[in-house]
């Protein structure tokens, strides 16, 4: 069985109209649109200048005395999120393998660097050898990043009642959410983590072997974008709790929530809070990519997508703190059969 989310970390650069039916349009959100790379037009100008400063952390070429290691892949976050601008993703070379240890029990074991193939070694730059356990290898491309913060807006109420895991209204569509740590996860491939902090600080571990701490409350509460207002859903006193929804803990690479720790000489963590801080702060504020004029062809092309029900799971548009937000994507996870 494959179980694959409609996830995209980008908002679709698509043209963005009313469609066949004869619902009015939704005023769309303002100030998240603009040239790949740039922040949000809303944003600050305090938040600003943690943009450029987080841009340069992201650049930053990382060696050993800096802790990069023992195991690494690349030595930058570009290295991964260069195309085509800083942010962006990456060409196919820089595909990584996650891999895991399936036991006869059917149980599920992640191999590797949480879950992460590591090529390279510091001794004298050698390959790292490949896991022998693993009997389970998955092919991945790096995401890009623009427009990610707005998904960190979104209320998980509004993604937990698009659930339906077993097709209780008969449209042929089953979505569940997945959860990370009893809250609805919406980073990654399989939606399997919770915040834009954890899924930054899981590649530069996973990576570049760079350790980090969670941040602070006080830096937390800094972040020009606050979690959405009911991000106690799954914690005690919220109105919903993972035990009450039927979902699934898709396993990717492990997104921490602890500190991160390796054996180098380097004293942990080997990134400070402040330049973690501004990483965290340049990802959420990376603008969705404008959307295109409408053309002919595109406006039949959204007729058709529409038509054939690709809507159900591909949502268009969400509602968040802001206004609704077109992201065409329900972030559930979908089973599509048998592979």
């Given amino acids: 069985m494959i179980v694959r989310p409609n996830l995209a970390l980008l908002l679709l650069a698509l043209p963005l109209f009313a469609g066949c039916n004869d ?8 100030g998240i649109f603009a040239p790949l790379g740039d922040p949000l037009p809303s944003a600050s100008a305090t938040a600003l200048e943690a943009f450029e400063r987080g841009r340069a952390v992201s650049m930053r070429r990382f060696t050993s005395t800096d802790g990069l290691g023992p195991r690494f892949n690349v030595t930058s976050c570009g290295a991964c999120h260069e195309k085509p601008t800083m942010g962006g993703g990456a060409a196919r070379y820089r595909n990584f393998l996650l891999v895991g240890e399936r036991l006869e029990d059917g149980s599920f074991v992640s191999t590797g660097t949480n879950g992460i193939q590591a090529h390279y070694t510091l001794d004298e730059r050698n390959r790292f050898p490949d896991e022998a356990s693993a009997n389970n290898l998955a092919l991945r491309n790096p995401i890009p990043f623009f427009g990610v913060g707005l998904l960190a807006e979104i209320p998980e109420g509004e993604i937990l009642k698009r659930s339906d895991p077993n097709d209780k209204d008969g449209d042929g569509i089953s ?4 959860f ?7 980073f990654g491939r399989k939606a399997q983590t919770v915040s834009i902090e954890g899924f930054i600080r899981g590649p530069l571990f996973n990576h570049a072997g760079i350790t980090t701490n969670p941040l602070s409350d006080d830096l937390r509460a800094m972040l020009p974008i606050p979690p959405p207002s009911d991000s106690n859903i799954g914690i005690s006193g919220g109105a919903l709790r993972a035990s009450d929804v039927d979902y699934v803990t898709a396993t990717q690479a492990a997104a921490p929530d602890e500190p991160t720790l390796d054996e180098d000489d380097v004293p942990d963590p080997e ?8 990483l965290v702060a340049f990802t959420m504020l990376l603008a969705a990519p404008a959307p295109s004029e409408p053309t002919p062809e595109s406006l039949r092309g959204e007729k058709l997508f529409e038509s054939l029900a690709c809507t159900s799971c591909h949502v268009p548009f969400f509602v968040d703190a802001r206004a609704p937000t077109a992201i065409y994507t329900d972030l559930l996870l979908h089973d599509m059969g048998d592979a």
Wanted: net charge negative; glycine share 18%.
């Fill in 175 to 178: 979505g569940r959410p997945n």
């Fill in 271 to 278: 990134l400070g809070g402040s330049d973690l801080f501004d």
């Fill in 180 to 186: 990370d740590r009893g809250f609805v996860g919406r």
């Fill in 23 to 30: 619902d009015p349009e939704p005023t769309l959100a303002q």
